[in-house]
């Protein structure tokens, strides 16, 4: 039966191909349409660290400035830490994950002297950086404890990185030439490019990952630049390095992994208590204003899904119901044109049941080939977004296997949308009407 | 005589009436046709209000010479490297290439997106806010390979130019500021700023020795994009930037020439991000002219599907009325009043349309300035759209209306 049904809506389509080739164009635009903005939206505001994305918290506290806020609607304290909250806060270890971070950068020249110098983005963090966000490693691994306390010269490269310099071979152990100095090399990354760049969105949400991986006291050690964003509510007491470190300035990161509610709550406590004494040493000039949010939390207090591509997506929905009206109001045409074949075929002992069927089956093609076209017009859209936005959105516009079902529970639900009225329409017609007329 | 005949005009040649009563009959049809307008509408006027938008915001001047402009960085990481040395040797060649108008130093570039900003203010001290301001350091030659003209005041002479180093926090006295900043820091007379004392890190003092025309942040996205100061100083850090301006059309050659030039004459350093500012500038508004880009054709495509749908519609209603057409033929309606019949009937379905469209707009409009920060939209972009779509549904019908003219009166005698 539905062989024959199938049979029936290809002869329909035939007797009017243009009207079904225009259904079918315009459920292929809605879905093509909103499946690209909805693709790029989802892989925006996607769990960079899905495993435990809701145990690492994004540490704040309020060191601003006593006349204006960091923000002041709302007031939130400011988004990055000074080098001795960074500090301090570390060096209070708790039994639990944590690292301080910081960006910065330094020329490195290999000892291959076909390959010039170049300039390379650095990580500076604790060794606690590599478990903490599950970073994966090709060779080697993180340094430990010890490293970060003694600053070791120790690196961890970037895959990339290692490509260039070493041609991909396993490195560890090897030295390399950075700011001047030798490091030896302790591990390098696989591939790894969470989405977004969670761990530090200052500089662009869906940034690469830094080039090398450095303890992080090498900062002080070898007076490393500022990368990244620097912020002061007041400048530096003193001239020089030092004094910058020990400024207000804020320009460093930090991060803790806390298991429980239980833990988080000890910690806030840790935080206010810390804030409190160096209240008394004259510091920490506002109220009490201390934040731990966790990865998701702080994508979304950070804004990184980019409000044009929200925008983007409800005009795409909308156009997607322009284009539901459109071939409902088709489907209806072509249905009511049909009205003396449907009399006919009731009158001959049709049931509604039948021709419910039949039109769904109908319908249902019309929709599925329009899903179908839908998903090719998605990929041509991605591939426009890509050429577009050039390397900033090139991780974000790419169909996963989420995204194509989505599509095609898009594509038929929104058949099922366009076709539901004008079948039960046509499913209503009443056998003795139409056969009068004749 | 000529009143009656101004009656029938619309009594009878127009014939509202039957098509009102026949649109009744088939609501769903035009109900639909007529949601699609409106949907249609709100799409398009709000789309084309972004598109407003964001091309005025692309078409601000940086307010340097952007076709002949171009820079590099270069990076020094031996450790016998000078920065101060190399970068005036680095000047000296440069400036004297054929073809080069001028050359500078300068910390950071309009419209690149990553530069320095202070805080000026006119009283001394921490209770009082500061103005935002980006800061480009620079020496005499900054007006001239900026191409800013003073307004007020002097250029900076060869002996004001000091020496800054790294993590440095103290400012030279003098300053040159735009004419935007003086009027945010003096706002009853910004020219009168000059000669005035400002501060900044909330005490230092810093005299007013000059007043630009107009020079752009590094950050396009800033509210205060024109609040820029320029300040007298030669930066001592590894990185030195350079800036060049040369002569129409010779901009693509001295890239190259300096490049090799510089990489030649210093082993102990690396050269990058060299680009013009053709180039930045696409960088830096291409965000902007994406979302162009797509929003036109988002809206060129939902016109078409849109036109087509009404097209395909009217067809529809074309064939089934053969008939009725035909016989109304052979009663003696003219092809003009078929076809008016048809267009009519659109222009009223259009006129509900537009009417809910002109609502939704305005409705969207509401949410994208509520969750997107974006400007509301300007009264007459309403009635445009709704004149924008009534004309797409008068061309779409047209075609159809045409065909159902020509049903010869002969139709209506035979049977279906």
Same mark, same amino acid.
């Given at each position: 039966?539905?062989?024959?049904?199938?049979?029936?809506?290809?002869?329909?389509?035939?007797?009017?191909?243009?009207?079904?080739?225009?259904?079918?164009?315009?459920?292929?635009?809605?879905?093509?349409?909103?499946?690209?903005?909805?693709?790029?939206?989802?892989?925006?505001?996607?769990?960079?660290?899905?495993?435990?994305?809701?145990?690492?918290?994004?540490?704040?506290?309020?060191?601003? =400035?006593?006349?204006?806020?960091?923000?002041?609607? !709302?007031?939130?304290?400011?988004?990055?830490?000074?080098? %001795?909250?960074? %500090?301090?806060?570390?060096?209070?270890?708790?039994?639990?994950?944590?690292?301080?971070?910081?960006?910065?950068?330094?020329?490195?020249?290999?000892?291959? !002297?076909?390959?010039?110098?170049?300039?390379?983005?650095?990580?500076?963090?604790?060794?606690?950086?590599?478990?903490?966000?599950?970073?994966?490693?090709?060779?080697?691994?993180?340094? =430990?404890?010890?490293?970060?306390?003694? /600053?070791?010269?120790?690196?961890?490269?970037?895959?990339? %990185?290692?490509?260039?310099?070493?041609?991909?071979?396993?490195?560890?152990?090897?030295?390399?030439?950075?700011?001047?100095?030798?490091?030896?090399?302790?591990?390098?990354?696989?591939?790894?490019?969470?989405?977004?760049?969670?761990?530090?969105?200052?500089?662009?949400?869906? =940034?690469?990952?830094?080039?090398?991986?450095?303890?992080?006291?090498?900062?002080?050690?070898?007076?490393?630049?500022?990368?990244?964003?620097?912020?002061?509510?007041?400048?530096?007491?003193?001239?020089?390095?030092?004094?910058? &470190?020990?400024?207000?300035?804020?320009?460093?990161?930090? #991060? $803790?992994?806390?298991?429980?509610?239980?833990?988080?709550?000890?910690?806030?406590?840790?935080?206010?208590?810390?804030?409190?004494?160096? *209240?008394?040493?004259?510091?920490?000039?506002?109220?009490?204003?201390?934040?731990?949010?966790?990865?998701?939390?702080?994508?979304?207090?950070?804004?990184?899904?980019?409000?044009?591509?929200?925008?983007?997506?409800?005009?795409?929905?909308?156009?997607?119901?322009?284009?539901?009206?459109?071939?409902?109001?088709?489907?209806?045409?072509?249905?009511?044109?049909?009205?003396?074949?449907?009399?006919?075929?009731?009158?001959?002992?049709?049931?509604?049941? =039948?021709?419910?069927?039949?039109?769904?089956?109908?319908?249902?093609?019309?929709?599925?080939?329009?899903?179908?076209?839908?998903?090719?017009?998605?990929?041509?859209?991605?591939?426009?977004?890509?050429?577009?936005?050039?390397?900033?959105?090139?991780?974000?516009?790419?169909?996963?296997?989420?995204?194509?079902?989505?599509? &095609?529970?898009?594509?038929?639900?929104?058949?099922?949308?366009?076709?539901?009225?004008?079948?039960?329409?046509?499913?209503?017609?009443?056998?003795?009407?139409?056969?009068?007329?004749? | 005589?000529?009143?009656?005949?101004?009656?029938?005009?619309?009594?009878?040649?127009?014939?509202?009436?039957?098509?009102?009563?026949?649109?009744?009959?088939?609501?769903?049809?035009?109900?639909?046709?007529?949601?699609?307008?409106?949907?249609?509408?709100?799409?398009?006027?709000?789309?084309?209000?972004?598109?407003?938008?964001?091309?005025?915001?692309? *078409?601000?001047?940086?307010?340097?010479?952007?076709?002949?402009?171009?820079?590099?960085?270069?990076?020094?990481?031996?450790?016998?490297?000078?920065?101060?040395?190399?970068?005036?040797?680095?000047?000296?060649?440069?400036?004297?290439?054929?073809g080069v108008v001028d050359a500078i130093q300068i910390n950071a570039v309009p419209m690149s997106n990553s530069g320095w900003s202070?805080?000026?203010?006119?009283?001394?001290?921490?209770?009082?806010?500061?103005?935002? +301001?980006? $800061?480009?350091?620079?020496?005499?030659?900054?007006?001239?390979?900026?191409?800013?003209?003073?307004?007020?005041?002097?250029?900076?002479?060869?002996?004001?130019?000091?020496?800054?180093?790294?993590?440095?926090?103290?400012?030279?006295? *003098?300053?040159?500021?735009?004419?935007?900043?003086?009027?945010?820091?003096?706002?009853?007379?910004?020219?009168?700023?000059?000669?005035?004392?400002?501060?900044?890190?909330?005490?230092? !003092?810093?005299?007013?020795?000059?007043?630009?025309?107009?020079?752009?942040?590094?950050?396009?996205?800033?509210?205060?994009?024109?609040?820029?100061?320029?300040?007298?100083?030669?930066?001592?850090?590894? %990185?030195?930037?350079?800036?060049?301006?040369?002569?129409?059309?010779?901009?693509?050659?001295?890239?190259?020439?300096?490049?090799?030039?510089?990489?030649? +004459?210093?082993?102990?350093?690396?050269?990058?991000?060299?680009?013009?500012?053709?180039?930045? /500038?696409?960088?830096?508004?291409?965000?902007?002219?994406?979302? @162009?880009?797509?929003?036109?054709?988002?809206?060129?495509?939902?016109?078409?599907?849109?036109?087509?749908?009404?097209?395909?519609?009217?067809?529809?209603? $074309?064939?089934?009325?053969?008939?009725?057409?035909?016989?109304?033929?052979?009663?003696?309606?003219?092809?003009?009043?078929?076809?008016?019949?048809?267009?009519?009937?659109?222009?009223?379905?259009?006129?509900?349309? $537009?009417?809910?469209?002109?609502?939704?707009?305005?409705?969207?409009?509401?949410?994208?300035?509520?969750?997107?920060?974006?400007?509301?939209?300007? #009264?007459?972009?309403? !009635?445009?759209?709704?004149?924008?779509?009534?004309?797409?549904?008068?061309?779409?019908?047209?075609?159809?209306?045409?065909?159902?003219?020509? @049903?010869?009166?002969?139709?209506?005698?035979? +049977?279906?």
């Amino acid at each position: 039966m539905f062989n024959y049904y199938l049979k029936l809506a290809f002869n329909s389509f035939k007797r009017n191909p243009i009207l079904t080739g225009l259904m079918i164009a315009a459920i292929a635009l809605g879905i093509g349409a909103s499946m690209t903005t909805i693709t790029v939206n989802y892989l925006m505001s996607g769990d960079p660290i899905p495993e435990k994305s809701s145990q690492l918290f994004h540490v704040q506290v309020d060191s601003w =400035d006593p006349n204006t806020g960091f923000n002041d609607e !709302p007031n939130t304290p400011p988004n990055q830490l000074t080098w %001795t909250e960074a %500090t301090n806060l570390m060096a209070a270890k708790k039994d639990f994950r944590q690292t301080a971070m910081a960006k910065s950068g330094a020329i490195i020249q290999p000892d291959n !002297p076909d390959i010039n110098p170049f300039e390379a983005s650095i990580r500076l963090a604790f060794s606690d950086f590599f478990p903490m966000f599950s970073v994966p490693f090709q060779y080697g691994n993180g340094w =430990d404890q010890k490293a970060d306390e003694d /600053r070791q010269m120790v690196v961890v490269l970037s895959k990339e %990185t290692n490509d260039k310099v070493f041609g991909g071979e396993n490195s560890v152990g090897k030295n390399i030439v950075i700011f001047g100095k030798s490091f030896r090399v302790i591990g390098v990354l696989d591939a790894w490019q969470p989405l977004p760049k969670f761990y530090d969105v200052n500089n662009g949400a869906f =940034d690469d990952p830094e080039a090398l991986f450095m303890p992080f006291y090498l900062k002080q050690e070898l007076e490393l630049p500022n990368w990244g964003n620097t912020n002061c509510w007041k400048s530096p007491e003193g001239e020089g390095f030092q004094a910058f &470190l020990q400024s207000e300035c804020i320009n460093f990161q930090m #991060w $803790v992994e806390l298991e429980t509610e239980q833990d988080k709550q000890t910690y806030l406590t840790f935080l206010n208590n810390y804030v409190n004494d160096q *209240k008394e040493l004259g510091r920490f000039p506002r109220p009490l204003n201390n934040r731990l949010l966790n990865v998701m939390q702080w994508m979304h207090d950070q804004e990184v899904v980019a409000d044009d591509a929200q925008i983007m997506m409800w005009l795409s929905f909308m156009f997607l119901v322009v284009c539901l009206l459109n071939t409902i109001g088709l489907q209806l045409a072509k249905f009511s044109a049909k009205s003396a074949e449907i009399g006919l075929r009731r009158a001959v002992g049709a049931t509604k049941q =039948d021709l419910f069927l039949q039109y769904t089956v109908e319908t249902g093609a019309v929709g599925l080939a329009g899903g179908a076209m839908g998903l090719l017009l998605a990929l041509l859209g991605l591939v426009g977004i890509r050429h577009l936005y050039g390397d900033e959105l090139n991780d974000l516009a790419t169909l996963d296997s989420t995204m194509i079902a989505t599509a &095609l529970l898009l594509s038929l639900f929104a058949s099922v949308c366009a076709g539901l009225y004008p079948t039960w329409r046509a499913c209503n017609i009443a056998p003795a009407s139409q056969l009068k007329s004749q | 005589m000529n009143e009656q005949k101004e009656r029938s005009f619309f009594a009878e040649n127009w014939e509202v009436g039957p098509i009102l009563r026949a649109l009744l009959r088939n609501k769903v049809g035009a109900i639909l046709i007529a949601l699609q307008i409106a949907f249609t509408m709100t799409i398009v006027v709000n789309a084309i209000y972004i598109i407003h938008e964001r091309s005025e915001k692309m *078409k601000r001047p940086s307010g340097i010479d952007e076709a002949n402009s171009f820079y590099l960085s270069s990076v020094g990481f031996t450790n016998d490297f000078n920065t101060l040395v190399t970068t005036k040797k680095d000047l000296n060649l440069i400036r004297s290439l054929e073809g080069v108008v001028d050359a500078i130093q300068i910390n950071a570039v309009p419209m690149s997106n990553s530069g320095w900003s202070m805080g000026l203010q006119t009283q001394p001290g921490a209770e009082f806010d500061g103005t935002g +301001s980006a $800061v480009y350091m620079v020496d005499e030659h900054a007006l001239n390979t900026l191409d800013v003209a003073l307004v007020a005041g002097e250029n900076f002479r060869a002996t004001d130019i000091q020496t800054r180093v790294a993590s440095q926090n103290h400012w030279p006295d *003098k300053v040159i500021i735009t004419l935007a900043m003086a009027n945010r820091l003096f706002p009853d007379d910004g020219l009168g700023a000059l000669g005035k004392t400002v501060y900044i890190n909330d005490i230092e !003092p810093m005299i007013i020795t000059g007043i630009i025309d107009k020079l752009q942040a590094p950050w396009v996205g800033w509210d205060n994009v024109e609040n820029v100061m320029l300040t007298p100083e030669i930066r001592d850090a590894e %990185t030195s930037r350079y800036f060049i301006r040369t002569k129409p059309g010779q901009r693509d050659r001295i890239m190259s020439e300096v490049e090799s030039l510089l990489a030649k +004459s210093n082993t102990g350093r690396i050269l990058r991000d060299m680009r013009s500012i053709d180039e930045t /500038r696409v960088r830096a508004y291409r965000d902007n002219s994406a979302m @162009i880009r797509i929003l036109v054709t988002v809206m060129v495509i939902l016109v078409i599907v849109t036109g087509l749908g009404i097209v395909g519609l009217a067809s529809f209603s $074309v064939n089934q009325r053969k008939k009725q057409i035909g016989t109304r033929r052979a009663l003696g309606a003219s092809q003009q009043a078929i076809v008016r019949y048809f267009m009519l009937e659109n222009l009223l379905i259009s006129t509900v349309g $537009v009417v809910l469209g002109a609502m939704l707009t305005v409705g969207l409009n509401i949410v994208l300035v509520d969750a997107f920060s974006l400007d509301p939209i300007t #009264w007459y972009y309403i !009635p445009l759209g709704m004149l924008a779509l009534w004309v797409v549904g008068q061309l779409a019908v047209y075609g159809p209306a045409k065909k159902a003219a020509n @049903i010869p009166p002969a139709l209506a005698t035979r +049977s279906a």
